[in-house]
């Protein structure tokens, strides 16, 4: 009796192990070790410069410690950042950089791999191929991974409908990332791949496009049709300043505070979710998943590293509900309030004062310029009544922005050689571009109706 009650536990326990994702997280880290299930990589992506966009570089910096700390090689871990935060003049600790109000350095040591003109897209899309010959300049470091390998790439920055910025060159549109990595799954050297991305509209960087089988699992800081926000903003330097992004400060700071070895994507996802709903305010976003969702099975630590009490970024008896985010601006407004806190700080009468005015008018100024142009578009081309129909139209879940990527090209090619080359906040109306391509609308058409609208 003793022996069969014995046997009925043993197969209880067997099942709880193969038929739960813990207790397949369980019986893989028994049977492999940390180093037989491959060589772990990472390609961290700052997509942005300039002072105002110190939380990009700020949020990819604090990636670097946690990856570089969970045992990841710097060899392994390949950097695009612009670099002009650090050492910049109104920066009131140079050399250092943070990632919240009272955080740790998170600057030092970070690997410099592509920084100024070489943090370009095809830098990026070379590196992630492994296509040395593809670099121009750099540190000549890409992802030389085999088929047993894991592969984890974030991405940090502004993004648009269809499309993320870079520093130097042209943006990424989405059907040439999504070609990249459809070809990196064609060679057959990586087992897995998880991509974070963090940008406005990043959910339309994957939604209707990615296709299932790659093994790569994906989470955007939002839905195809809205914003990301930034978050921990304070005064640095010579203004307003964020020190971070919501999504990016939420998945970065679970991964500091939990067990990586226990915790998985798909209980990260969850958590980071909750925290970027932002209590279900508008000022917050819903992040989403892509790919092969089976992934999120996977356990922190097989892309991540672990970590423990003596490496973490923060202390891990740090209570959740400690990590509440603090104000959180529109991504796209950062640029505005840290210009408006720069005139309002400004002396009367000074001419720092008068400069400051004189920038934030141009700003405000830029913006309206581009909203009344591509309203006057749509007008031209449908009518004042359903102009502004057209260009605002989303379309429905798991459908692709648009039917034909190089008309979207073109439009916007179109647009700012007539009208002047889209801002981050510009890049918002690429949508009521994509439309106009899905309505039939032609080169000659939209040229025509940019002339107009921009004389």
């Not at 003109?117 to 040395?132: E, H, T």
């Amino acid at each position: 009796m003793v022996q069969k009650n014995g046997v009925v536990s043993f197969l209880v326990v067997l099942i709880v192990i193969v038929f739960t994702a813990e207790g397949r997280n369980l019986l893989e880290s028994i049977v492999e070790d940390d180093n037989s299930i491959g060589t772990k990589w990472a390609v961290l992506v700052a997509g942005s410069n300039e002072w105002d966009n110190y939380r990009h570089q700020s949020d990819v910096c604090h990636a670097y410690q946690l990856l570089k700390k969970g045992g990841l090689k710097d060899e392994n871990i390949i950097v695009f950042m612009y670099d002009d935060i650090a050492y910049n003049k109104n920066n009131p600790r140079p050399g250092v950089i943070i990632n919240s109000p009272h955080g740790h350095d998170v600057y030092k040591g970070v690997p410099k791999d592509y920084t100024g003109k070489d943090c370009n897209a095809d830098n990026f899309f070379a590196v992630i191929l492994g296509n040395k010959t593809a670099l121009t300049g750099g540190s000549g470091k890409v992802v030389e991974n085999g088929p047993n390998d894991y592969i984890f790439i974030y991405y940090a920055d502004h993004g648009a409908p269809g499309l993320i910025g870079m520093p130097s060159g042209d943006a990424v549109y989405a059907d040439d990332l999504i070609k990249v990595l459809i070809k990196k799954h064609t060679f057959g050297t990586y087992s897995k791949l998880v991509f974070y991305m963090e940008a406005c509209e990043s959910g339309s960087m994957f939604d209707g496009l990615l296709p299932k089988g790659l093994n790569i699992y994906v989470t955007t800081a939002s839905k195809p049709d809205e914003g990301s926000w930034a978050t921990y903003c304070i005064s640095l330097g010579d203004g307003f300043q964020c020190l971070g992004d919501l999504y990016s400060v939420s998945w970065l700071e679970d991964s500091d505070l939990h067990d990586r070895q226990v915790e998985t994507l798909e209980k990260q996802y969850q958590l980071v979710r909750k925290r970027t709903l932002n209590n279900g305010t508008i000022e917050g976003s819903h992040v989403m998943q892509y790919g092969d969702l089976h992934i999120s099975e996977d356990p922190l630590f097989r892309y991540m590293g672990s970590n423990s009490a003596k490496n973490s970024y923060y202390n891990t008896s740090t209570n959740d509900d400690s990590l509440l985010p603090s104000r959180t601006v529109n991504q796209r407004d950062v640029h505005l309030m840290h210009l408006w806190s720069k005139f309002r700080s400004a002396p009367e009468g000074s001419a720092r004062k008068t400069e400051a005015q004189r920038q934030l008018r141009e700003a405000i100024s830029q913006r309206e310029h581009v909203d009344n142009s591509v309203r006057h578009i749509g007008e031209v081309l449908f009518g004042v009544e359903k102009g502004p129909e057209v260009l605002k139209t989303v379309r429905p879940a798991g459908q692709p922005l648009v039917d034909d990527w190089d008309c979207l090209k073109s439009f916007v090619k179109i647009f700012e050689s007539q009208c002047g080359k889209l801002t981050p906040y510009g890049r918002k109306h690429v949508r009521g571009f994509a439309n106009l391509c899905n309505a039939g609308i032609q080169g000659e058409q939209m040229a025509a109706a940019a002339k107009q609208a921009c004389p």
